[in-house]
C-alpha cells in the first residue's frame, strides 16, 4: 500500500484531495490540526508520532525531523545499499508529500502580532520535509500548491502514478516555494536588525499575470509584486477595460510616484512614456483635472491619468471625451463608473491612498546585477530654500516654485519644468543638455511661459539656461545649485531681475 504524508497550514481543497489518496489506495500520515481536519471528515489518518516512534515535543517544534521521515522521502530507490539500510532499521517508503507551510507572511500583516509570535511562525519541518521529497522527484510527488490537487489525483487515476515530468514540475514549484518563503524570513530579520546593504540581496516577487508582451510584440512578459507591496499599482485593483501591458504597468508606475508627492490636495497626473505631459493642482478634482489637460492637451490623448480623488460626475464626462489608456483613483462614483465603461478597452483602476506611500529602497535591474539605492525621498520645505539673487521670490512665485521641484523630480533628466497657476505649462524631459531641455520646456509652454517659474533637475554649469529664461518672460527658478560657476547664473538672473532659490539637493532620474 503506498502512503501519503499530508501536513498543511492551507487546508483549502484538501479533504476532496486527500479523499481521491484513500480512494487510489493510499495510506495516510498526517500531523496536529491537519489530522484532526480529516478525521472529522471521516477519513483514517495515522498519527506521524506512530512513524517516528516519539513523540512531539516543544509545542510541536519537533515533530518530523526524524530518520523515519527523511529516510523514507530519501531514499533513492534503485540503490541497493538505500534499500537495505531502509529495511534494516524497518522504515518504510512515504510515496507523496503534501505539505504547505506556517503562514509566515501572513502573521506579519496581522495587527499587533509580536516579534515572538513572528519568529513561532517560521516552519522548520515543513521546508525540510518539502525540500527532501523534492530532492528526491524521480520517485516521489510533492505537491505545495493546492492549485495542483487536481493534476496529481488525474495522472494517479490515469497512470498509476505521476508522470516523472509532473514530478519534475512540482519539485521545481517546490523550491521556488521555499525560497520565496525563506527570502521573507530573511528580508524581516534583515530589516529589524538595521542591514540596508547585506551581502547577499534577496527578494521575492509573486506572479500576478501574464502579459501580451512587453516593450515591444516581439517579447514575452509578465507582471509580479512584492510580498508586501505598498501604494503601488502592483496592490491597484482593476474594475474594467481591457488586461494592462508591460507599457501601461510602467506608466503607471510612475504616475503614482507622482502622486506621491501631492498628497493631500486634489491633484491630477497625466503621463506618457514615464514622463508627465501634466499635472494639475485645484479646489476640487474638475479643476486639477482641467489644469491637467490644458498644461499638454495633445501629449495626454492615449496617456495615463491618475488622481488622489474620487472620480465624479462633472470630471467623468470630460475624461470621456479624450482616448485614454488607463485612469487610476481611489474611487469611482457609480455615475462616474457608468459614464467611463461605456468605452469598452479603458482600464479603470482604484488604489487605496490609505496604503503605506514609501518604499525605503529603489532597486534597478541592469545585465546580470542589480543597482539598490536609497528611494528618493528627500523632501524640501520653503524654510530649506536659500535664495541667491537679489530679488527674492514672491510669496506666489514660492508655492509655484515648490510645485516645479515636486514635479521635476519626476522627469527623466536632463530635466527642465515650467509651473504658472498650479500647473505644469512645459515640460522639457530626457535631454543631454539642460539648455536643451528648458527649449522644449519654454516651446511647449508658447505664451504661457511669460511669467512662469522654472524647476532644473539640476544645477546650471553655465548661464545660458536662465538667457532663455529670461528670453520667455519666466520670472524665478529653483535649482540645487552646486555649480563651480554658479555665480555666472546667478549675475545672469539679476541682470534680468529673476529671482532664484538653490534647493541644496538634486533630483536625478536616469
Not at 63 to 82: E, F, I, Q
Not at 281 to 295: F, P, R
Not at 408 to 424: G, P, Q, Y
Request: with cysteine; hydrophobic share 40%; proline share 4%.
Amino acid at each position: 500500500m503506498k502512503r501519503a504524508l499530508v501536513s498543511v497550514s492551507d487546508k483549502t481543497n484538501l479533504v476532496p484531495f486527500v479523499q481521491g489518496l484513500v480512494e487510489l489506495g493510499y495510506e495516510i500520515i498526517s500531523t496536529g490540526g491537519t489530522a484532526k481536519t480529516l478525521e472529522a471528515e471521516g477519513i483514517k489518518t495515522i498519527n506521524i508520532s506512530e512513524i517516528t516512534g516519539f513523540p512531539e515535543i516543544m509545542d510541536g517544534r519537533v515533530k518530523t525531523l526524524h530518520p523515519n521521515v527523511h529516510g523514507a522521502l530519501l531514499c533513492v530507490r534503485d540503490n541497493p545499499s538505500h534499500v537495505a539500510q531502509l529495511k534494516e532499521h524497518q522504515i518504510e517508503y512515504i510515496d507523496l508529500v503534501c505539505v504547505n507551510l506556517y503562514p509566515f507572511k501572513q502573521t506579519l500583516k496581522k495587527a499587533g502580532v509580536t516579534h515572538d509570535e513572528i519568529i513561532e511562525n517560521i516552519d522548520i519541518g515543513g521546508p525540510s520535509m518539502l525540500r527532501s521529497a523534492s530532492k528526491n522527484y524521480r520517485y516521489l510527488t510533492v505537491v505545495c500548491d493546492p492549485k495542483d490537487y487536481e493534476l496529481v489525483l488525474d495522472e494517479l487515476k490515469n497512470n498509476g502514478d505521476t508522470e516523472l515530468a509532473t514530478r519534475e514540475k512540482l519539485a521545481a514549484k517546490v523550491f521556488r516555494h521555499t525560497a520565496a518563503y525563506d527570502t521573507i524570513i530573511a528580508q524581516y530579520l534583515t530589516e529589524k536588525t538595521g542591514e540596508k546593504f547585506p551581502e547577499n540581496f534577496t527578494m521575492t516577487y509573486e506572479k500576478v499575470q501574464d502579459l501580451r508582451y512587453g516593450e515591444n510584440p516581439h517579447q514575452e512578459a509578465a507582471f509580479y509584486k512584492s510580498a508586501d507591496p505598498k501604494y503601488s499599482l502592483a496592490n491597484a485593483k482593476q474594475l474594467h477595460g481591457k488586461e494592462l501591458s508591460y507599457n501601461n504597468i510602467q506608466d503607471g508606475n510612475a504616475a503614482i510616484e507622482i502622486l506621491k508627492d501631492f498628497a493631500g490636495q486634489p491633484c491630477v497626473v497625466g503621463l506618457k512614456h514615464m514622463n508627465p505631459c501634466g499635472i494639475g493642482v485645484g479646489k476640487n478634482l474638475e479643476e486639477a483635472w482641467d489644469k491637467a489637460y490644458e498644461a499638454d492637451s495633445t501629449s495626454i490623448f492615449g496617456g495615463i491619468v491618475a488622481t488622489n480623488q474620487v472620480v465624479d460626475t462633472p470630471t467623468a464626462e470630460k475624461l470621456s471625451k479624450i482616448f485614454l489608456e488607463i485612469i487610476i483613483a481611489p474611487g469611482f462614483t457609480d455615475e462616474a463608473f457608468a459614464i467611463l465603461s461605456q468605452k469598452k478597452n479603458i482600464r479603470l483602476m482604484t488604489l487605496d491612498t490609505d496604503l503605506d506611500v514609501n518604499a525605503k529602497l529603489k532597486v534597478t535591474n541592469v545585465n546580470d546585477g542589480l543597482l539598490v539605492q536609497d528611494a528618493d525621498l528627500k523632501l524640501v520645505t520653503v524654510n530649506d530654500l536659500t535664495c541667491v539673487t537679489e530679488r527674492k521670490p514672491t510669496a506666489q512665485e514660492l508655492e509655484q516654485l515648490m510645485f516645479a521641484w515636486k514635479t521635476v523630480k519626476h522627469v527623466k533628466s536632463n530635466a527642465i519644468v515650467l509651473v504658472k497657476d498650479n500647473m505644469t505649462v512645459g515640460v522639457g524631459a530626457g535631454q543631454m543638455n539642460r539648455v536643451g531641455a528648458a527649449k522644449i520646456a519654454i516651446e511647449q509652454a508658447g505664451e504661457k511661459a511669460k511669467g512662469s517659474v522654472m524647476g532644473s533637475d539640476a544645477y546650471f554649469p553655465m548661464p545660458d539656461t536662465v538667457e532663455e529664461a529670461a528670453k520667455a518672460g519666466i520670472t524665478a527658478i529653483i535649482q540645487p545649485g552646486g555649480s563651480i560657476k554658479d555665480q555666472l547664473s546667478v549675475d545672469e538672473c539679476n541682470k534680468h531681475g529673476i529671482a532664484m532659490v538653490y534647493t541644496g539637493i538634486r533630483h536625478f532620474k536616469h
